[in-house]
Nanobody, 119 residues
Framework: EVQLVESGGGMVQPGGSLRLSCAASGFTFSSYDMSWVRQAPGKGPEWVSA????????YYADSVKGRFTISRDNAENTVYLQMNSLKPEDTAVYYCAARNSPFSTYDYWGQGTQVTVSS
């Protein structure tokens, strides 16, 4: 059974940091590009960041560039999102997603983890 399980969400004050984790199982993690996608209340999904299979290439939405860092550990089948200098507009449910080609739709999704940035 394929699973993507996110963790690390929570409530944090503006300017704070959180580190999200996404543990994968049931598929060959190292063969899949991984992404983080978020959805704020009342809004559509927003792609946040992506990392290629080997971890050597990373990509970010302009809204998070310079504040968020994506990484992966293929030995642990886990992808991370380090989020610094958080802003209220980063409040959303964060999902990790996997696809085996940058030109395909996502094959697998996690259940999401809530991030709330508020004073």
């Amino acid at each position: 059974e394929v699973q993507l399980v996110e963790s690390g969400g929570g409530m944090v004050q503006p300017g704070g940091s959180l580190r999200l984790s996404c543990a994968a199982s049931g598929f060959t993690f190292s063969s899949y590009d991984m992404s983080w996608v978020r959805q704020a209340p009342g809004k559509g999904p927003e792609w946040v960041s992506a990392i290629n299979t080997g971890g050597g290439s990373t990509y970010y939405a302009d809204s998070v560039k310079g504040r968020f860092t994506i990484s992966r550990d293929n030995a642990e089948n886990t992808v991370y999102l380090q989020m610094n200098s958080l802003k209220p507009e980063d409040t959303a449910v964060y999902y990790c997603a996997a696809r085996n080609s940058p030109f395909s739709t996502y094959d697998y999704w996690g259940q999401g983890t809530q991030v709330t940035v508020s004073s």
